[in-house]
Structure formats: C-alpha cells, structure tokens
Nanobody, 115 residues
Framework: QVQLVESGGGLVQPGGSLRLSCAASGNIYSFYIMGWYRQAPGNQREAVATITSTGSANYADSVKGRFTISKDNAKNTVYLQMSSLKPEDAAVYYC?????????WGRGTQVTVSS
C-alpha cells in the first residue's frame, strides 16, 4: 500500500517562495508519475506540475517559469519549489502518484498567498 505525505505549505506574501514536499511510502519499483495538483475554493482540482520516474516534467501554463518540480529517487520524494507566488496560487495542494494503474492522493497542504 502506498501512502503520500505532504509538507511545506503555509502563509507567504505575494512574490515569496515556498517548497512543498511529498514523501511516498511503500514499494515503488517501476514507471510512475508523481505530481502536484491544487484546488481553490469553488474551483476544480487542477494539475500544477508532474514528473515521471524517468525525469520528464510538465507544468501548467500558469506556473511555468515560477514553479519547479523535482524528485529524489532514493527518498521516494517529490518537491515543488514555488517562487514569485501570486494570490491566485493560493489553494490546497495535493500530491498525486500514478502507479501501476492506480491513483494515490495525499491529504493536501494549504498554501495561502496574502499580504
């Protein structure tokens, strides 16, 4: 059984930075896609950034150039470095793992961007 645990959310001023972490427990041996999604009140959950086990990354247009997704294979951990944060980036950020036909989700971490 795979579990995902996020950390790193919080309150930041516009223009600031935060780094989110997502640690996956369990045995992950083959191809996977890990990523970050976010959901603001009244909005649908949207993909922010994903990265494959082979290192291929994709980003939503709204975060390109500001967010960077990376991973540490040894720790089964994926990171989301967020810079130049805007109020519209505020949301609950969820970690996701797609592995062997299954979708796994973390419980989410709140990111608030406000002065």
């Amino acid at each position: 059984q795979v579990q995902l645990v996020e950390s790193g959310g919080g309150l930041v001023q516009p223009g600031g930075s935060l780094r989110l972490s997502c640690a996956a427990s369990g045995n992950i041996y083959s191809f996977y896609i890990m990523g970050w999604y976010r959901q603001a009140p009244g909005n649908q959950r949207e993909a922010v950034a994903t990265i494959t086990s082979t290192g291929s990354a994709n980003y939503a247009d709204s975060v390109k150039g500001r967010f960077t997704i990376s991973k540490d294979n040894a720790k089964n951990t994926v990171y989301l470095q967020m810079s130049s944060l805007k109020p519209e980036d505020a949301a609950v950020y969820y970690c996701n793992l797609k592995y062997r036909g299954y979708d796994y989700w973390g419980r989410g971490t709140q990111v608030t961007v406000s002065s």
